[in-house]
């Protein structure tokens, strides 16, 4: 199950999510992860990345992040949106924001 999260209440709601996974896909197709610490302003996410991330961004800037709640058990925040490379940091625009639920225990 999934909760659609405002763009506007974003930067609220990720204050309960001290970090997050970056993904992008590489050449390969093959998706790429870097764990990085929330960092929101004015809307945007920033985060320093290295040369893997940066490049996979500038060939494909459509990107997810995920950030697992610290509570077992809680909502994971899931956003897609687009990235742009700034020297060693990225700067991602969210455009879409969920928070889903985790698996039920089997």
Known sequence: MSIPVEL???????????WGYLVTVGDGLRAHSL???TD????????????STRANIEARPGVTMVFPHP???EYSLILDGTAAAEGDA?????????????????
């Not at 929101?40 to 040369?51: I, Y």
């Not at 990225?90 to 089997?106: I, Q, Y």
Request: charged share 10%.
């Open 8 to 18: 506007s209440e974003l930067a609220a709601t990720l204050a309960a999510y001290p």
């Open 35 to 37: 764990a990085v610490p």
């Open 40 to 51: 929101v302003r004015d809307g945007m996410l920033h985060a320093t990345v290295g040369r």
């Open 71 to 73: 509570l077992a058990g």
């Open 90 to 106: 990225v700067v991602f625009t969210p455009t879409h924001a969920v928070l889903h639920r985790p698996a039920l225990a089997p």
